[in-house]
């Protein structure tokens, strides 16, 4: 059981790139989640996926967006790279409301942009 | 603005001893708080949840403590391991009640926890 997998890991970007995150969830949780991580700042919601083919914003949407095809996917785009995104990106999914609220995480995705 | 804060960056404790971490929040609605914790490299890992019915939640080593009219909740780790050591991240999430929230979680700037052998 892999739980959340996040790939890449690692990945720098030159400014105006592009480029996707990928996120693969295998507990058939509803409910995922995209959140940076940045200095003195803890994690920060970017995006959310409430089930399959549906998306929301979080606190910290632009310049980011987002798609949920299939259940167990919630990919992240970066359609043109700022160093403003250099951040740790963490991936998480949970169930829905009502059974278990805690949310699973990722490793994290650790992404320059120069 | 920072609707959950931890005030303090850092933490040193010795081996065996008690580890106190502090969160505050200002968003009244919110009504159900975690704790997380998180080694280098790795994603945050749940470590034990409170809802706002309750004012203590025991998990072993671990005791969170919430007090509403403070709007403040805290850790208690007991007795402290090496192995404890970590950042610890609260967080607070609004709507647990109502099945509104959809677990989205805010959450706090984190606390380095360092316990000595």
């Known amino acids: 059981n892999a739980g959340v997998t996040q790939t890449p890991k690692f990945r720098v970007l030159k400014t105006g790139q592009s480029m996707t995150l990928l996120c693969a969830q295998d507990?058939?949780?509803?409910?995922m989640y995209w959140y940076r991580q940045d200095p003195g700042m803890g994690l920060r919601l970017i995006h959310y996926?409430?089930?399959?083919?549906?998306?929301a914003k979080g606190e910290v949407p632009d310049g980011y967006n987002v798609s949920r095809l299939k259940k167990q996917n919630f990919l992240l785009g970066l359609e043109s790279a700022a160093p403003s995104q250099t951040s740790v990106y963490f991936c998480?999914?949970?169930?829905?409301?009502?059974?278990?609220?805690?949310?699973?995480f990722g490793q994290g995705t650790r992404l320059t942009v120069v | 603005d920072q609707q959950v804060k931890q005030n303090s960056p850092s933490l040193s404790v010795q081996e065996g001893r008690i580890s106190i971490l502090n969160c505050d929040y200002t968003?009244?609605?919110?009504?159900?708080f975690l704790w997380y914790k998180k080694y280098p490299a790795e994603g945050p890992t749940f470590l034990i949840s409170?809802?706002?019915?309750?004012d203590k939640n025991e998990d072993g080593r671990f005791t969170v403590f919430l007090n509403k009219s403070a709007k403040h909740l805290s850790l208690h780790i007991v007795p402290s391991q090496p192995g404890d050591s970590a950042v610890y991240f609260c967080?607070?999430?609004?709507?647990?009640?109502?099945?509104?929230?959809?677990?989205?979680?805010?959450f706090g700037q984190g606390t380095i926890l360092t316990v000595h052998p």
């Open positions: 996926s409430v089930g399959e083919g549906t998306t």
């Open positions: 507990m058939n949780h509803e409910y």
């Open positions: 968003n009244s609605m919110f009504d159900y």
């Open positions: 409170i809802s706002s019915i309750k």
């Open positions: 967080a607070a999430s609004e709507g647990y009640a109502g099945g509104t929230s959809y677990g989205k979680l805010t």
């Open positions: 998480a999914s949970s169930y829905r409301q009502g059974s278990m609220t805690e949310a699973f």
